[in-house]
């Protein structure tokens, strides 16, 4: 329901309730994007603009109806005088002269040849319409993928910052550790200092990743036309879950790229809007071509005239008539449309082979770098296996006093390096997954 969200919100705050966080998963994301993209409503507005050019064309093929009554009322004073012929003068009385007019009349026009003009102005228009329909699908496929794009990089950033919370804990506990046991004399005051320019750095990373999750967050909140000021939690567990279910199916999944290209050309409501823009092209030349035939107009009208109303029916007039008009010479005028129509064909041609190509294009290289996240999942899963016993078999030899600080820092660095490879690997191709199925025309649009 349009505005569903924003108005339950709404309600809310007029409730007092505003102090609770309002929480969004990806669906509610992707229905506000939908319905509060201003570019979308244009779009749909326009669209009404191409239904009347439709209805328009439709017209143009039948006859008009034209109807008239008329009145007029004419009066003529004279105050008089006196006429003098030859020395005889002859008074003149004053005169009023009224008449009065009435008229009536219907009338009909229709084109009976104009070189089917008005014929291909309908499929040109029929054609417009689809391919703005097709257009706009398109546009909500792009507004979708951007919030999808969007939301998948903010939850990525806040399990990133969940890793350098943890590591920023892992760090405050080592140095109380460090600082304890130097206190009764185990550990030399340079572990101390060492651990405490380590636990000044997880700090630092800790600030980094949460103003980078805060950015993201208020990048997501203003993309969805919301308040900026108000409270919002982005979550998806079901998001999450599936990610973890699918991480075998990932490693095992691939794609035929000509199967993609195939689906694409089938799928794209893009590539359809182009197609149907060189039909309409194609038309427009057949348009400006139909000026060069001669145009056959027939009409008939009916009339009635009279002096008083009563009598508007004694006085009748029929006429029907045929009107062919032939061009002969119009300065090239004619020629200068078809020349147009035609250049305007072959340039959208063009772009639409250009669109293939490009299309091909993305989708090769969104294979590949789904190919190399795919491998990047299956190294950074061991790695980070690897790491964490590597972590805990050093933080074991440190307390037993058989490792130095250094090697225990070191191998906390690649566990922490490892998990955040992992997120960003894992939440990448979530996101390549989803530019495939945009790419092919596949991404579903209504949540």
């Known amino acids: ?96 002269v009224e008449s009065r007019s009435y008229s009536t009349g219907i009338s009909s026009n229709l084109t009976l040849f104009d070189g089917l003009s008005s014929f291909y102005s309908i499929y040109q228009s029929k054609t417009s319409l689809e391919s703005s329909q097709k257009k706009l699908e398109r546009i909500k496929q792009d507004i979708v993928f951007q919030a999808i794009v969007k939301y998948v990089n903010l939850l990525k950033a806040k399990k990133l910052l969940a890793i350098q919370e943890e590591n920023l804990k892992w760090n405050k506990k080592s140095l109380e550790t460090i600082i304890e046991r130097n206190r009764v004399g185990q550990l030399t005051l340079a572990d101390v200092y060492q651990q405490q320019v380590n636990f000044g750095n997880a700090e630092l990373l800790l600030i980094q990743a949460r103003n980078n999750y805060e950015s993201l967050k208020n990048d997501l909140i203003s993309f969805l036309n919301l308040d900026v000021a108000l409270p919002y939690e982005f979550e998806d567990l079901s998001l999450e879950l599936n990610l973890i279910n699918q991480s075998q199916e990932i490693l095992n999944q691939h794609f035929d790229f000509n199967q993609l290209v195939q689906q694409a050309l089938e799928k794209r409501a893009d590539y359809h809007a182009r197609y149907l823009d060189v039909l309409s092209n194609q038309y427009a030349i057949s348009i400006a071509r139909g000026a060069y035939f001669p145009r056959l107009v027939a009409s008939i009208n009916a009339s009635m005239r009279a002096n008083r109303l009563s009598d508007l029916d004694k006085s009748r007039t029929y006429i029907a008539s045929l009107s062919l008009s032939v061009p002969i010479f119009n300065g090239w005028t004619i020629a200068n449309r078809v020349q147009l129509a035609q250049v305007n064909y072959k340039n959208n041609k063009l772009q639409l082979d250009e669109f293939v190509k490009e299309l091909k294009i993305n989708i090769k290289k969104a294979l590949l770098d789904l190919d190399a996240v795919r491998k990047k999942l299956e190294v950074n899963s061991k790695n980070v296996l690897a790491a964490e016993e590597n972590k805990k078999i050093n933080e074991e030899k440190y307390l037993l006093g058989a490792n130095t600080l250094l090697n225990l820092l070191i191998a906390n660095s690649q566990h922490v390096q490892a998990q955040n490879e992992l997120i960003n690997s894992t939440y990448d191709y979530l996101i390549l997954k989803k530019q495939i199925e945009y790419l092919t025309g596949i991404l579903e649009t209504e949540y």
């Open 1 to 96: 329901m349009r505005f569903f969200y924003i108005l339950t919100f709404l309600l809310f705050y007029s409730l007092g309730l505003t102090q609770n966080t309002l929480k969004f998963n990806l669906n509610d994301v992707i229905k506000i994007a939908v319905d509060q993209n201003v570019f979308i409503k244009q779009v749909e507005n326009n669209l009404s603009l191409a239904k009347s050019d439709l209805l328009n064309s439709y017209g143009n093929i039948l006859p008009n109806l034209n109807a008239s009554a008329n009145f007029s009322w004419t009066r003529s004073e004279d105050e008089g005088g006196v006429l003098t012929f030859g020395g005889l003068t002859i008074p003149l009385p004053p005169t009023r």
